[in-house]
């Protein structure tokens, strides 16, 4: 057996087991039979072993060296490093696919073992079904047009190696991964979506959902933020983000899925938005479909682009698809889930919904920002470029109201505002006048000074309210405040949870705020051993030297720094700034060193050196503030949701005892 | 909005097509194909002046098919592509003459790329990119096309391959 062999006839077997089980989920549904959802319950679990295995195959193959797979021939190489290695099955196209369906028969699997439980059997077949269809439609893709086990009938000694780009740093192990977690993820809110309105049952499917939704969304927001500073410690243009249509592809999905997750509060709370919450749930999967399609087929140019084949028909047929089922159903439905009730758009059920129609809007925004050129091309012909400019217009204006919003929506009531409401919005106000005007007394400029103010003014919101809550558990029951807050941090996991990550946010907010407006770049070309003063610092190029390493060829040139005044605090120290050269790529690719500081980051980038003699070297210096930050922002965020989620006692009475009654 | 879903998703899927069904989508025409080559003349970089004079550009009665080469010392693909044009400029320099203008460009850093790569065909130095104004260049490199009568043929932008490089070749010397 070889792991070809053993990865294609698993793939097959992948494919009719998948199809099996939609065929399962289907009769299961017509007949109302009990057995064949048990059946595909079963299956479920099969095609993931299925799916693993041709997993562990791939993995077999690039770890043997079996360069008679196609996609080890093309993508890997044998001087390749063990952990190069194990990433490279999502390096290029076909692998990626692999995972993306091996993580979705995962997720089929743990849906499947809900089936009969908390997802009733009206809408247990649907939901099966609707993921048992997502997975015919990938293990189809890879057997018929991006079969990632194509043998190569005389097989290279060595392979081309893996894209140099995802060498040249851990992150790549991880960022993919997590990204593929969060969109497959969505799949399965979308199938209990489906089911829900399938099944004519509006109510019940939100509360699992939400939970879902949660878990994608916090995998979405994890693979973001580490894209975020792959792209940082890697590109060496010092920037975290670029408004590439790939970026957008990412953040458009979890724009829709962060709306929905405040709209199901409502659902939830009051039965309201029923249509907003299957319209947010169709369009967050679309959309990850949407951003697959275009990463893989040419229509858009963007760095991140895969190399354009026939899949991106099959890709834009499956968008199709999905929108079409998911929205079709809606209008079918939508005239059985009219709201019952009014939005009082004072309270917190409106500004869920303000919130929610602004991530809506700002999604709008970059997919509009995204096919514009597009647009303009089948129009009038011409080409044109929507970049960076346009998006941090439109995303200024739309990330201050959040920001106004996600301060006042937990402190209003659902109900009715109070007095006491009154008091705490006033607090924050002047929070957020203190902070500004605090801002432009240092001499920062106006957005820089409103970011201050309203980091100043959500820290407010979240102080009022924890406070608040312990005060009047602490009087009531006699308790010191300490055991108040410890014991309503534990019983209040969402209200927490919640906290957590809005702070994450307002303090990633502040520091997007002050990187964006203060980053300063230098460049200057050093003879050896000549000292660069700049920015506080002491720039010494010590030498220049070249170092073989097994998948690359490097030069070296490194430098030393010492602060010389506060402005460069923290940037002591000896650093290798190096370009590497690796054999499949035509141009040097720079490895930038970063010294983190609580302040100021240090980013020193080789550009260029004496080929000939090794006597000078052009470095580029980039002096960033605050970007730490938005590191330890991302890690908020991410504990924020892991908070929430954590199975403890609590939440599972909880969960029995909230109101299934609304259907 | 939502009873005409069938329409969005219809309109949606045509556009995206139509994207995909473009032959090459990352080619840029020009509105200079089939109409003659702006004139200009621009002040020669350095080494070349001995042998060519002050000044250099695209004029009538050139007599001679012109590959213009626009490029800047910054320019990644650049780096690729000098040392393909100066090996094609070896072969064909009696039949085509390759014109380099440098574009948005420090003239000591052009001269430095000059030398790393003994380019020995000429380049025209224009620090502000002035050509761009009647060329409409889109990015560096870009390369035009113009035959014997000065003609734009073809506008080529981005790094060319040494297969488009003689395809372009063959096709003006036709």
Redesign the interface.
Same mark, same amino acid.
């Given at each position: 057996m070889t792991p070809g062999l053993l990865g294609g006839v698993s793939l097959v077997a992948a494919l009719i087991l998948s199809a099996l089980g939609l065929v399962l989920a289907v009769l299961a549904y017509s007949l109302r039979d009990g057995r064949y959802l048990e059946a595909a319950k079963r299956l479920s679990l099969l095609t993931l072993l299925a799916a693993a295995t041709s997993f562990g195959a791939l993995e077999w193959a690039i770890l043997t060296d079996d360069f008679s797979v196609s996609y080890v021939a093309n993508h890997s190489s044998a001087s390749n490093p063990l952990w190069v290695k194990l990433v490279t099955p999502w390096a290029a196209l076909e692998g990626s696919i692999l995972l993306w369906a091996l993580l979705q028969t995962a997720y089929t699997w743990l849906v499947g073992l809900r089936a009969g439980q908390s997802l009733d059997v009206w809408r247990a077949p649907v939901a099966l079904g609707t993921l048992f269809a997502v997975q015919v439609f990938f293990f189809a893709v890879m057997v018929f047009v991006a079969h990632p086990f194509d043998a190569v009938p005389n097989p290279p000694p060595d392979g081309r190696g893996t894209n140099p780009l995802l060498q040249n740093h851990w992150m790549m192990a991880v960022h993919p991964v997590l990204m593929y977690l969060g969109f497959v993820g969505l799949s399965v809110p979308f199938a209990y979506a489906v089911a829900a309105m399938v099944a004519r049952r509006y109510q019940s499917w939100i509360f699992e959902t939400r939970w879902w939704t949660l878990v994608a969304w916090g995998f979405l927001t994890a693979a973001i933020f580490t894209g975020k500073w792959w792209s940082y410690e890697i590109l060496g243009w010092g920037g975290y983000w670029a408004w590439d249509p790939v970026e957008n592809a990412s953040i458009i999905p979890w724009l829709l899925a962060t709306a929905f997750l405040h709209t199901a509060q409502v659902q939830e709370r009051k039965g309201l938005f029923k249509g907003w919450n299957f319209a947010f749930i169709t369009l967050a999967f679309a959309a990850t479909v949407f951003g697959t399609f275009l990463t893989r087929s040419g229509v858009i140019q963007s760095v991140h682009a895969f190399a354009s084949g026939p899949v991106g028909a099959w890709f834009l047929l499956f968008l199709l698809g999905v929108m079409a089922v998911g929205l079709g159903l809606l209008a079918r439905v939508s005239s059985e889930i009219r709201e019952a009730g009014e939005v009082r758009w004072k309270s917190r059920e409106g500004a869920l919904l303000a919130g929610a129609l602004f991530f809506g809007t700002f999604a709008f925004v970059v997919v509009l920002g995204t096919l514009w050129p597009l647009v303009v091309e089948v129009v009038s012909g011409a080409k044109v470029s929507v970049g960076a400019p346009f998006f941090n217009q439109v995303s200024v204006p739309l990330g201050i109201f959040m920001l106004l919003l996600m301060g006042i929506g937990p402190v209003l009531p659902w109900r009715n505002t109070q007095a006491e409401v009154v008091r705490n919005l006033a607090a924050m106000l002047v929070a957020l006048g203190v902070g500004t005007l605090l801002g432009l007394a240092l001499g920062l400029s106006l957005g820089v000074s409103l970011a201050i103010g309203l980091f100043a003014y959500n820290l407010t919101a979240i102080w009022l309210m924890v406070a608040q809550g312990v005060r009047e558990r602490s009087r009531s029951l006699g308790i010191p405040a300490g055991q108040a807050l410890w014991e309503l941090a534990a019983s209040h996991k969402r209200r927490f949870g919640s906290h957590i990550v809005h702070f994450g946010v307002a303090l990633a907010a502040l520091s997007i705020a002050f990187s964006q407006t203060y980053r300063v770049t230098e460049q200057k070309t050093l003879q050896v051993g000549e000292t660069w003063q700049t920015r506080g610092l002491e720039i010494r190029l010590l030498s220049i030297g070249a170092r073989e390493e097994s998948n690359r060829f490097a030069a070296i040139a490194p430098i030393e720094v010492r602060s010389t005044s506060r402005e460069g605090w923290g940037a002591d120290g000896r650093y290798e700034t190096r370009l590497n050269f690796y054999p499949q790529m035509g141009s040097p690719l720079a490895t930038p060193v970063v010294r983190y500081s609580l302040y100021n980051d240090y980013y020193f980038v080789l550009m260029q050196f004496d080929q000939e003699k090794g006597q000078w070297a052009t470095i580029k210096l980039i002096v960033t503030p605050m970007v730490w930050w938005l590191w330890v922002a991302g890690l908020i965020i991410v504990l924020g949701t892991l908070y929430i989620l954590w199975p403890t006692g609590a939440r599972v009475t909880s969960r029995q005892m909230s109101p299934m009654a609304g259907d | 909005m $939502? *009873?005409f879903?069938?329409v969005?998703?219809l309109l949606?899927?045509g556009?995206? /097509?139509?994207?995909?069904q *473009?032959p090459n989508?990352?080619e $840029?025409?020009s509105v200079l194909v089939g109409k003659p080559a702006p004139s200009f003349s621009l002040p020669l970089l350095a080494p070349y002046r001995a042998q060519y004079g002050p000044e250099m550009g695209i004029r009538e009665g050139l007599g001679k098919p012109v590959l213009l080469n626009i490029w800047a010392s910054w320019c990644?693909?650049c *780096?690729?592509e000098a040392p393909l044009l100066e090996r094609f400029h070896q072969q064909y320099k009696d039949q085509v003459l390759i014109l380099g203008v440098n574009v948005q460009d420090s003239e000591t850093e052009a001269l430095k790329f000059i030398q790393q790569y003994g380019l020995t065909f000429p380049s025209v130095y224009d620090g502000r990119g002035r050509i761009g104004i009647e060329y409409g260049y /889109?990015g560096v490199p870009e390369t035009f096309v113009i035959d014997r009568k000065g003609t734009v043929l073809a506008r080529h932008a981005g790094e060319l391959s040494e297969a488009q490089l003689r395809g372009y070749i063959e096709q003006v010397l036709r």
């Open positions: - | $939502l *009873r879903w069938p969005w998703v949606l899927g556009l995206f /097509y139509w994207g995909m *473009r989508k990352d $840029l025409q990644i693909p *780096r690729t /889109y």
